[in-house]
């Protein structure tokens, strides 16, 4: 599996942005770009994926890098609710192998 | 509607004993996925099922370790004569396969404790 870099924690104000990046300097062409967190004493949830431009959803913004080297997470509000491990996983596109390999993610700690 | 459940929620056992913990998937979903996570660590892959194919087992980490999706629903993970190194938490997900989302419901794991 392809490996992806977190920092080991950061700290945000809550109602302020947050951007967590992740670097993923060997990653292939094939890969998807996938983030999960995981709440405390919770089991992890999909936040949202990309594979080379940059998405949105309800949960967040996935910005890429032009070469795919990196990307950023971004939640435009902190809450309190947000305050979770965030995983950064590379997948590989085809079928046959859709196991996540999990790092040991960014602890992200929200400050009221 | 229903997610991903798994059972028990906590179980202790004393070392060298055999435990089951059970899986159900989200109904529909054709592939489940077995992890571990231990304390203060990330998820470790065990083992993948997808249909009627052959699981991919090469994350169980010894033979002692096994799991089973009966009607490719239900799944069951073995770990026979524990050890204390086996207390985790052992998480179940589920998907349905699609080319780029793959998104996994995770259930809300078991905690295992070997004494």
């Known amino acids: 599996d392809a490996k992806t870099t977190q920092p080991n924690s950061m700290e945000s104000n809550e109602e302020e942005p947050v951007h967590l990046p992740c670097n993923h300097s060997?990653?292939?062409?094939?890969?998807?770009i996938h983030w999960y967190r995981q709440l405390p004493s919770q089991g992890p949830e999909y936040v949202i994926h990309?594979?080379?431009s940059n998405v949105n959803n309800r949960m967040a913004s996935l910005a890429i890098a032009e070469d795919r080297k990196s990307s950023t997470l971004i939640l435009h509000r902190a809450t309190l609710r947000d305050a979770a491990v965030y995983y950064c996983i590379l997948r590989a596109k085809y079928y046959g192998n859709n196991r996540l390999a999990f790092g040991k993610g960014n602890q992200v700690v929200v400050i009221p | 509607g229903a997610g991903v459940s798994q059972s028990p929620s906590n179980k202790v056992t004393e070392k060298g004993k055999d435990v089951e913990l059970r899986c159900d998937p989200i109904s529909g979903h054709t592939a489940l996925y077995w992890y571990r996570q231990s304390l203060g660590q990330g998820l470790e892959f065990l083992i993948y099922?997808?249909?009627?194919?052959?699981?991919?087992k090469s994350g169980l980490p010894s033979d002692r370790f096994s799991a089973e999706r009966t009607g490719g629903s239900v799944s069951t993970l073995t770990i026979q004569r524990t050890q204390q190194e086996d207390s985790a938490v052992y998480l179940c997900?589920?998907?349905?396969?699609?080319?780029?989302?793959?998104?996994?419901?995770f259930g809300p794991g078991t905690r295992l404790t070997v004494l």
């Open positions: 997900a589920s998907s349905l396969l699609t080319s780029g989302r793959n998104e996994q419901f």
């Open positions: 990309g594979l080379t």
């Open positions: 099922f997808q249909g009627n194919s052959a699981p991919d």
């Open positions: 060997t990653i292939s062409g094939t890969d998807y």
